[in-house]
């Protein structure tokens, strides 16, 4: 069992461009959330998905980010014409069921230029 | 305010000594209180899970405790290690499947 794998593990845009990271879950978790953590700060909710259905993204900005977690294939988070201000570490966590049970990835850190 | 209050924000200490981090919570109701310790660069890892009738739970050299009548929750660190040094995060968990992040403590392990 890899755990819950992200990639890349770092990632440089430049302003405007589109960024698009992937998490792939724990074999047999069908919960997917993800977080974002800003240099020195904790780490801020943003999506929590099930398969092919988002079941709340209160924490995500309602302009530039949208989550997926397609049937087959990994979650994806994209972030389009990204800003220096998004330049965090973005973080993903799977479960089988609900919140116990949590695994987090390691990681993705975006740097914007 | 932030929900989950961890203190303090940093903390030194020479190897093998003892050290106890805080976390209050206003969080109410909830479901369980988790501490997490996540190295620099990685992903939190979990140490313990507590639920709200739990008072005590250890881990190895990692003792958690729980207070739910004043919110409290501490996690002391017996005979500490180099690799010690890290962010420890105390998560509490309300009755949803959202997890509510404290800003964690920074602690540093020095020979």
């Known amino acids: 069992n890899a755990g819950v794998m992200q990639n890349p593990r770092h990632l440089v845009r430049r302003r405007g461009q589109e960024a698009r990271l992937r998490c792939s879950p724990m074999k047999g978790h069908s919960h997917v959330y993800w977080y974002r953590q800003l240099p020195e700060e904790g780490l801020k909710f943003m999506v929590y998905l099930q398969k092919e259905n988002i079941i709340d993204e209160s924490g995500m900005p309602k302009e530039r980010f949208s989550a997926e977690f397609p049937k087959e294939g990994p979650s994806i988070l994209r972030i389009q014409q990204v800003v220096r201000g998004d330049s965090a570490a973005y973080f993903c966590a799977s479960s089988p069921e609900g919140a116990y049970g949590y695994t987090f990835g390691s990681g993705t850190r975006l740097t914007v230029v | 305010k932030n929900q989950v209050e961890q203190s303090p924000q940093s903390l030194i200490i020479l190897e093998g000594k003892n050290c106890t981090l805080q976390c209050n919570y206003t969080v109410s109701p909830f479901s369980n209180l988790r501490w997490y310790k996540q190295d620099t660069g990685r992903g939190p890892v979990s140490l313990t899970i507590?639920?709200?009738?739990?008072n005590t739970k250890s881990n190895g050299r990692y003792t958690a405790t729980l207070d739910a009548d004043t919110k409290q929750s501490s996690l002391h660190i017996t005979a500490s290690q180099l690799s010690d040094s890290a962010s420890y995060i105390c998560?509490?968990?309300?009755?949803?499947?959202?997890?509510?992040f404290g800003t964690g403590t920074r602690l540093q392990v020095f020979p």
């Open positions: 998560v509490v968990i309300p009755n949803t499947d959202k997890l509510i």
């Open positions: 507590m639920t709200f009738s739990e």
